[in-house]
């Protein structure tokens, strides 16, 4: 999929159980994560060349968790 060129935006709700006790940080960072992972399987999938996808741990950006 290098031409021609698309964009594609995947939107994913992500659930847990109540009962695990974690703080929003982490809830935030491990989604991201987790969406970042799905987007490269997908983009795996589609055969796409330069995803330009995050290789690493996401950084806050909005300040809320830095």
């Given at each position: ?19 695990v ?20 399987q997908?983009s795996?999938e ?15 950006t ?5």
């Open positions: 999929m290098s031409e021609p060129a698309k964009e594609m935006l995947v939107h994913a709700d992500l659930e847990r159980p109540a009962r006790q974690v703080s929003e940080a982490r809830l935030s960072r491990a989604g991201i994560v987790l969406l970042n992972a799905a987007a490269r997908v795996a589609l055969g796409c060349t330069a995803p330009d996808l995050s290789s690493g741990m996401p950084k806050a909005s300040g809320r968790y830095a």
